[in-house]
């Protein structure tokens, strides 16, 4: 189990994390020649942490969106003409 105050709890606990001294990425202290333990989040996971589970947003249309954008192939002539037409029915009736 657990515990978002005190760290994991139950047999064998570890107890909080204590932190002792900050140390830069990929340094280890010593002269061990070892390198830290290191973690990267995807662009994925940091947009799902972002949005939460906020409900109505859909991740997929959303990635598949940002990969178009950098590609290139976001903006399309039939995308222009189906937003200039909406807006023409919206704001003239047309």
Not at 9 to 28: F, H, Q, Y
Not at 32 to 44: C, F, L, Q
């Amino acid at each position: 189990m657990v515990d978002h105050v005190n760290g994991i709890s139950g047999p064998g606990a570890l107890g909080p994390k204590k932190i002792t001294s900050k140390v830069p990425p990929d340094e280890v202290p010593g002269d061990s020649g070892m390198k830290a333990d290191r973690v990267e989040i995807s662009e994925e996971a940091r947009l799902r942490s972002q949005v939460g589970s906020s409900e109505g947003i859909r991740m997929d249309k959303v990635l598949k969106v940002r990969q178009e954008l950098r590609e290139g192939t976001y903006v399309t002539d039939e995308k222009v003409e189906n937003a200039v037409d909406k807006m023409l029915r919206k704001e003239f009736g047309i």
